[in-house]
């Protein structure tokens, strides 16, 4: 088992990943105190992450807004009831 610092991990994720993948456990540690472990997903008992439910973005859902001239044209129409 090996040990590396949050920082170590944020800087060089790949080169830890790719020992966790080989079978290599690591305790996470922050100021000398162990937060995490990071173990290869077949050991863990941890299913993988169900895919993102089908159906498309919902944004096209929402209005349309404006364009420039749209918009210009609507200024226009309120300042001529002024």
């Not at 993948?21 to 922050?30: D, L, S």
């Not at 918009?71 to 129409?77: G, I, K, Q, R, S």
């Amino acid at each position: 088992m090996k040990a590396i610092t949050v920082a170590q991990l944020r800087q060089n994720p790949t080169a830890a990943l790719e020992d966790v993948q080989a079978g290599e456990t690591y305790v996470i540690t922050r100021h000398r105190h162990a937060i995490a472990q990071l173990v290869p997903a077949s050991s863990s008992g941890v299913g993988v992450v169900p895919a993102k439910a089908p159906g498309g973005s919902r944004l096209s859902q929402r209005p349309r807004r404006k364009t420039y001239e749209e918009a210009e044209a609507a200024l226009a129409d309120m300042r001529a009831e002024w």
